[in-house]
C-alpha cells in the first residue's frame, strides 16, 4: 500500500492562502482547512482535466453520482437514490438557500451551541433567528440537553434545525440514540432538520459516524443532508458539495432553491475532485485520519504534563480540538488576542461559536507535528508568563 507522507507538505504563506497570509512568525491555527497536500490521486485528476484544455459548461455525469452513492453505501451504511442528491457548490451555500426556502420571515431556526459560526450567518442573512439550545458539558463530555430541546422545539415559531453531525466544534460523533430523539422530537413538532455532514469523514481511526438519514424512518422523512468531499480530503477552493433530500417535497424544495440561488452549477474542478476523492482517496483517508489522531493525542499528553489548568478531550471527530482553559480564563476572546499578540499563535476563541464557547478556544491540529510541537511550545511560555 501507498505510504503518504504529512510531515512536509509545501509553505502556503504567500500562496493568497486566507489562513496562512498572515504577520512572519504566525501560526494560524484557527480556520478549518488542511495544510497536507491532497491526494495525488486527486490531484492527477484534476491535472487530467486541466491537459483537457476546454473548461466551458459542464454536467454531472454518472460517475459523480455513482462516487457518492457508493462512498456512502460502503463507508457509512447509507443508500442514497440517484434522484435525491442534487449538487451544490458548498455547504454553506446550501444552509443558506435551505433557510430561505424552508422558513418565513421571523421564524426561528434552532442550532445546538457552541456551534459552527456561520450558521448564525446563514440564519440571520436569510432573515430568520437563531434559537440556541445550549449542549451540556459536564467538565469532560458534551451532551444534548432534550429537555431543554424539546422545549424549545415546541415553539411553534422554530420550524427548522441545523444538526451539526458530527459536531464542530466539540468534536462529538452524536450515538444512533441521540439522533433518534433529535429525529423523533423534531417530527413531533413539525420540524425539518439540515443535518451538516461535512465532518463525516474525519473521524478517529476504525470508528464511522451514523448518517441522520439512515438512524430511522422518520429521520430520512424530515431531513436534508448535506455532505461534501472538501473537509475531509482538503478541497475547500473547488467548491464542491451536495445536498440529499429523500423526502419528495423536500427534494423538491432543496432542488427548486438551490436552482434559483445559483448554486447548482459546477465549476470545471467540482466534479473530477469529488470523484477521485470518494473512489480513490480511501487510503489516503485512513492515513491522514491516523496522523490527525496521533497528533490531538500529542497535545492531549503535553497538556496534562506541562499545561497546568489546560483541559481537552481527543475529539471523536474532525481535525478541531476543543479546549478547556476555564481554569485559566474568564475571558476567552482577550485570553486569545494576547496568546496571539505576545506568541504568535493563533487561534479560535469559543466564544466565536455562541457565548457557551466562553473558557474554550478551538485548534486546528490538521498539520505536520512539528507544528503542533511548535504551537504546544508557544502555549506554555504564555501560560508560564501570565501565571
Ligand atoms: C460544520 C461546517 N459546515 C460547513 C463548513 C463549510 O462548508 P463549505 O466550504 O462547503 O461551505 C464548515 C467549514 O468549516 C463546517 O465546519
Given amino acids: 500500500m501507498q505510504h503518504y507522507n504529512f510531515d ?57 453520482y455513482d462516487a457518492y452513492l457508493g462512498w456512502w453505501r460502503e463507508r457509512h451504511g447509507l443508500c442514497m437514490e440517484r434522484e435525491n442528491l442534487i449538487f451544490s457548490t458548498g455547504v454553506v451555500a446550501s444552509i443558506s438557500s435551505l433557510v430561505r426556502k424552508l422558513t418565513t420571515p421571523n421564524e426561528k431556526v434552532l442550532i445546538q451551541t457552541p456551534v459552527y459560526n456561520i450558521f448564525f450567518n446563514s440564519i440571520v442573512n436569510n432573515g430568520a433567528r437563531v434559537l440556541e439550545s445550549p449542549l451540556r458539558y459536564d467538565g469532560d463530555n458534551w451532551s444534548m ?20 453531525n458530527p459536531h464542530n466544534p466539540v468534536g462529538r460523533i452524536w450515538s444512533r440514540g441521540e439522533l433518534a430523539q433529535v429525529g423523533e422530537l423534531c417530527d413531533k413538532h413539525h420540524v425539518t432538520v439540515i443535518s451538516d455532514e461535512i465532518h463525516c469523514d474525519l473521524t478517529a481511526p476504525g470508528q464511522g459516524y451514523l ?14 443532508t448535506c455532505i461534501a468531499p472538501t473537509k475531509a480530503f482538503n478541497l475547500a477552493g473547488m467548491h464542491s458539495s451536495a445536498v440529499y433530500a429523500a ?22 474542478f467540482a466534479a473530477p475532485a469529488a470523484i ?54 474568564k475571558n476567552v476572546q482577550n485570553f486569545t488576542e494576547r496568546l496571539r499578540a505576545e506568541t504568535g499563535l ?33 502555549l506554555k511560555g504564555f501560560l508560564t508568563d501570565v501565571g
Fill in 8 to 64: 512536509n507538505p509545501p509553505s502556503r504563506r504567500g500562496t493568497k492562502c486566507y489562513k496562512w497570509d498572515c504577520q512572519p512568525g504566525e501560526l494560524p491555527m484557527w480556520i478549518a482547512d488542511m495544510d497536507f497536500e491532497v491526494a495525488p490521486e486527486i490531484r492527477s485528476a484534476l491535472q487530467r482535466r486541466l491537459d483537457h484544455g476546454i473548461y466551458g459548461y459542464d454536467s454531472m455525469g454518472e460517475d459523480w
Fill in 276 to 329: 477521485a476523492a470518494f473512489t480513490l482517496g480511501g487510503n489516503w483517508l485512513d492515513q491522514a485520519r491516523d496522523y490527525i489522531w496521533e497528533n490531538k493525542k500529542l497535545v492531549r499528553d503535553f497538556a496534562a504534563r506541562e499545561l497546568p489548568g489546560v483541559k481537552l478531550r481527543v475529539s471523536d471527530a474532525t481535525y478541531l480540538l476543543w479546549v478547556d482553559v476555564s481554569a485559566r480564563t
Fill in 211 to 224: 448518517p441522520f438519514a439512515a438512524v430511522s424512518e422518520v429521520c430520512r422523512r424530515i431531513s436534508i
Fill in 145 to 164: 440537553d432534550f429537555t431543554d430541546l424539546e422545549q424549545k422545539l415546541s415553539d411553534p415559531q422554530c420550524t427548522l434545525m441545523i444538526l451539526c
Fill in 247 to 268: 423526502d419528495p417535497v423536500l427534494h423538491h424544495k432543496a432542488w427548486r432553491t438551490l436552482n434559483t440561488d445559483e448554486v447548482a452549477e459546477p465549476n470545471t
Fill in 346 to 378: 493563533w487561534v479560535t476563541p469559543g466564544t466565536a461559536y455562541g457565548a457557551k464557547g466562553e473558557g474554550f478556544f478551538r485548534m486546528n491540529v490538521a498539520c505536520p507535528r512539528a507544528l503542533v510541537e511548535d504551537a504546544l511550545e508557544r
